[in-house]
């Protein structure tokens, strides 16, 4: 199925089970049907220095048109400054997996 409404958003956390927990909390509001946690390496610049670190990724599976409502739920109860928050849109799926999104995540 093309043109779907389907959108992964992506953040990142530096604990594990802070990031299992703010997967759990997103998918339990309906703002995601499904979040995927799997261990990443971040280099990036911050505070003037190149940084190298351990983080946990975190990837919701929802519709394009809740992403305002999860960004602001994650960015209430994430600890970094500034938490990676970007949304990038699926341009085909299934049709079987696209309609489970659609109907399990919030009106």
Known sequence: MKNSDLTVVTTT??????????AAAVVRERLAACAQVHQVR??????????????????FKTRAGLFDRLAAFVA??????????????????????????ATETAD
């Open 13 to 22: 956390h530096e604990d594990e089970a802070k990031a299992r927990a703010l």
């Open 42 to 59: 971040s280099v990036y610049w911050w505070d003037g220095e190149v940084r190298d670190a351990a983080e946990w990724r975190i990837d």
């Open 76 to 101: 209430e109860r994430h600890e970094y400054e500034t938490p990676e928050l970007i949304a990038v849109p699926v341009t085909a799926g299934s049709a079987d997996y696209l309609g489970w999104v």
